[in-house]
């Protein structure tokens, strides 16, 4: 089992529709937790970090982390066709020095006009 | 703020060459920088961490005289890609870990460099 299971989709949506990513993850000692967008050819840009469980929000973008449930969500409000690109996880546990970055497979969005 | 570079963004050499590809944080001191490696449609695979100073951490089956790191300031670290061969073709992105960011635990990329080796 990987640490990080994130389905590869690719998700298609109508422009306008919410979004909803997700990835799973095993190890509880994660309290990290990140989403990166990845456009084709260029590198992960990081959208939004949460520590530990609750919600964040930031424009059109919602982060959830569900540490009872070890699972992790990303809303996309009025999803828009530049929001197509591929979305990453990534967490890390905390242990007073600095750990990898784990990601998950990243998932495939297209929102088409 | 939190601006990672890459430089080339794009490398073609012959086989048998060495490639250095750049990584530089321009707004943060990063003491901690890593290497990654992305194929066509696939997640980042980490290859290895590098603090300012002292010697990589390679990454299990990844080779370290084959791809050499130096991370000679809290600014640079570069990467080369020694007796390059076409196996070796790929997407090198490179991050940065902000060392004052006061504990958040987070990575900024770079816009990655593709290299094609024929």
């Known amino acids: 089992q990987k640490e990080v299971e994130q389905d590869p989709g690719p998700l298609s949506v109508p422009e306008g529709a919410i979004v909803s990513l997700n990835c799973t993850y095993s190890?509880?000692?994660?309290?990290?937790f990140m989403w990166y967008r990845q456009y084709s050819r260029k590198g992960p840009e990081l959208l939004m970090y949460?520590?530990?469980?609750g919600n964040k929000e930031d424009g059109r973008f919602t982060a959830q982390v569900d540490k009872s449930s070890k699972y992790i969500s990303l809303f996309i409000r009025d999803s828009q066709p530049s929001d197509s690109a591929t979305y990453l996880c990534?967490?890390?546990?905390?242990?007073?020095?600095?750990?990898?970055?784990?990601f998950g497979a990243g998932t495939r969005l297209a929102v088409h006009p | 703020g939190a601006v990672v570079s890459q430089h080339p963004s794009r490398v073609i050499c012959k086989s048998g060459t060495s490639v250095k590809i750049e990584c530089r944080s321009l707004?943060?001191?990063?003491?901690?920088m890593f290497w990654y490696r992305q194929f066509p449609k696939k997640s980042l695979m980490l290859m290895a961490t590098?603090?300012?100073?002292?010697?990589?951490?390679?990454e299990q089956g990844v080779e370290k005289d084959k791809f050499l790191i130096n991370h000679a300031s809290l600014t640079l670290s570069t990467l080369t890609v020694t007796s390059a061969h076409p196996e070796d073709s790929s997407f090198y992105i490179c991050?940065?870990?902000?060392?004052?960011?006061?504990?958040?635990?987070?990575?900024?990329f770079g816009p990655g460099t593709r290299l094609l080796v024929l």
């Open positions: 991050s940065a870990r902000d060392g004052t960011s006061g504990g958040q635990e987070t990575q900024y």
């Open positions: 190890n509880s000692a994660f309290q990290y």
């Open positions: 949460t520590y530990s469980s």
């Open positions: 990534a967490m890390t546990p905390f242990s007073g020095g600095y750990n990898k970055l784990i």
């Open positions: 707004d943060f001191q990063a003491t901690t």
């Open positions: 590098s603090n300012e100073g002292s010697k990589a951490t390679y």
